[in-house]
């Protein structure tokens, strides 16, 4: 299904948050999710399910002040 | 050394961890500045997430998610329930920026995510003002420390409200303070320590320096020299020359 993933539109394979960062290739990263501007804990992703057009945000810590 | 939330930090320096020439550097200025705490942001990962968090991990200091960069009570909150899952901790600096020009703090999105973000049980550092009311309602909403800005971030500009800063930190002596951006130079850092700051909560100054290792070790010693001189007591300032020397007892010679 289409997906808005980290801002870029994406075409993915997946049911779920936790399909979707297979997909990804993300399933191992120390990553965190928010689903249309919610979070969404680690242990939560398996059960919840995307629909088409949902925007998916993925991060990881970086460079701050 | 300061005391946040019940947590001793092992230096009264706060350090950021962007904008280094190198991670290899980045390293090398954490070591020299013998940093307590490192602050981080969360952004999208686009592949270098992991071994950043692996080079941060690896500092040996603790970790203090920001929510840089969120200009609504919403994103903060968001941002921060991510920092919290990804970096283990209830910590988190709480930036709510109302004014891009100077990234100066929206202090009344500020106070409504800080009260949400304390029921959730997070420790909110917050990135505030000086002014009184609004840390007075920090405080209110939870908050058990207050970090003003010295001058808005990467100014370099120093502590620009003398007597903001004064006043605030007489009007809340048991609160734990850091000040929070527009440290330029060591003298600045010195300064707000001499004011009877607990820490400062640097970035820029050190990571673009033209040696940032050798100002981080500048930065240190400028914050311990202040400290200790705010623990002396020192001198309050007078307009008129008082002799040093002893006037008694001079040689009459004319």
Do not use: K, Q, W, Y
């Given at each position: 299904m289409k997906l808005t993933i980290n801002g870029d539109p994406q075409e993915i394979h997946a049911t779920t948050l936790a399909e979707a960062l297979a997909?990804?290739?993300?399933?191992?990263?120390?990553?965190?999710?928010?689903?249309?501007?919610?979070?969404?804990?680690?242990d939560a992703r398996a059960a919840t399910a995307l629909s088409p057009g949902d925007s998916l945000e993925i991060v990881a810590p970086m460079q701050g002040g | 050394m300061p005391l946040f939330y019940g947590t001793q930090v092992s230096s009264p320096m706060m350090l950021g961890t962007a904008q280094y020439p190198s991670p290899a550097i980045l390293a090398a200025a954490f070591s020299a500045s013998g940093a307590g705490v490192a602050t981080v942001s969360l952004r999208r990962e686009s592949g270098g997430g992991q071994d950043f968090l692996r080079l941060i991990e690896g500092l040996g200091v603790v970790l203090l998610p920001n929510t840089a960069g969120c200009h609504s009570v919403k994103e903060a909150v968001t941002t921060a329930q991510m920092a919290r899952e990804l970096l283990r901790t209830n910590w988190i600096k709480l930036e709510v920026i109302g004014h891009g020009d100077l990234l100066a703090p929206d202090v009344f999105g500020l106070v409504e995510a800080a009260r949400e973000l304390c029921a959730q049980g997070f420790k909110v550092f917050p990135y505030c003002t000086e002014d009184l009311s609004v840390c007075d309602q920090l405080l209110r909403a939870g908050c058990e420390v207050l970090m003003p800005w010295g001058a808005p971030i990467g100014s370099g500009l120093g502590l620009n409200n003398l007597l903001g800063l004064k006043a605030l930190r007489a009007a809340f002596r048991?609160?734990?303070?850091?000040?929070?951006?527009?440290?330029?130079?060591?003298s600045h850092a010195a300064a707000a320590m001499e004011l009877g700051f607990d820490a400062v909560l640097l970035n820029t100054a050190v990571a673009k320096a033209g040696d940032p290792v050798t100002m981080a070790r500048a930065m240190a010693q400028a914050l311990d020299a202040g400290r200790a001189a705010y623990l002396s007591d020192p001198i309050e300032p007078r307009e008129m020359a008082t002799p040093s020397t002893p006037v008694i007892g001079k040689a009459f010679l004319q």
């Open positions: 997909a990804l290739e993300l399933s191992e990263a120390r990553v965190a999710t928010a689903l249309n501007g919610i979070f969404v804990p680690a | 048991d609160v734990p303070m850091v000040i929070d951006a527009g440290i330029g130079r060591p």
